[in-house]
């Protein structure tokens, strides 16, 4: 009741929440990305199930915040660099999340069909739960990191994590759709994931790289695309009234014509 009370709570749980959602949104767009490799009645299953593990892991890595600390000891040392158990963690997550954009990237090239049988696209589902996991693991120990150093109430980063990914599961639906509608789109998003993929595995070797520029990158980049998508369907719109209008004309010539 105190913190409910308390205005500098609310506003530490506004801002929290606010922070989450940005940091969740490479974590949509990976989610997005493999769960639409699978039968369309299977997408939003996997979608939900993907981000209810993501909220898990975040509420489970909260509630062992002694472990989280002990994480930050180094373990070893490289080249007079220390590793840390969350350096291994990120560099092994960013490795991956480079390798599995890469492949996504290759197969949207080369092309590839979907499986719709039953045991294989049984086996798909499990694989994309799989992959969503451990990159939900590395997205929510630099999540909840970040929140530990942000708010001191466990209670706060608890409900904003929460709140957090109730509005990811809201839009990842839409983000899917929107992703899937537009190859484009989902060429830039690839992008997107190695460019994070080497953000990772440099704050793993402690070389480190404001979020501030990455996800300024970002939202220029799909401001410009947003923009040749509307070009596109000017064009388009152009297209089909010239072809009304000449269509229009011939069929004016043909009644003359007749007349």
Avoid at 94 to 112: D, P, V, Y
Wanted: glycine letters at 10%; aromatic letters at 8%; proline letters at 2%.
């Amino acid at each position: 009741m105190e913190l409910l009370a308390n205005p500098e709570a609310w506003a530490a749980f506004f801002m929290l929440t606010a922070l989450e959602i940005v940091l969740g949104i490479d974590n949509i767009i990976f989610i997005s990305i493999l769960t639409g490799r699978l039968p369309a009645h299977r997408q939003a299953r996997a979608r939900f199930l993907g981000l209810s593990l993501a909220m898990l892991m975040r509420v489970l890595l909260l509630l062992s915040l002694a472990w989280i600390m002990r994480l930050t000891e180094d373990l070893f040392t490289v080249l007079g660099e220390g590793i840390s158990g969350r350096d291994l963690i990120l560099i092994v997550g960013g490795a991956f999340l480079l390798a599995k954009a890469t492949r996504e990237i290759h197969n949207s090239l080369e092309g590839e069909e979907h499986v719709d049988g039953g045991g294989a696209a049984a086996a798909g589902f499990a694989s994309v739960l799989v992959q969503i996991a451990v990159i939900d693991m590395v997205f929510s120990l630099d999540s909840v990191i970040t929140a530990v150093g942000m708010v001191r109430d466990l209670e706060i980063m608890i409900a904003a994590v929460i709140v957090a990914v109730g509005v990811m599961m809201l839009a990842a639906g839409s983000i899917a759709r929107f992703i899937e509608g537009h190859p484009t789109v989902k060429m830039l998003a690839l992008s997107f994931l190695i460019l994070v993929g080497f953000t990772l595995v440099g704050e793993g070797v402690d070389f480190h790289t404001p979020k501030g520029y990455i996800y300024t990158a970002m939202a220029f980049s799909f401001g410009v695309e947003m923009l040749n998508i509307r070009a596109k369907k000017a064009r388009e719109g152009h297209v089909r009234l010239r072809k009304a209008q000449f269509g229009d004309l011939v069929a004016g010539a043909r009644e003359r014509e007749t007349a």
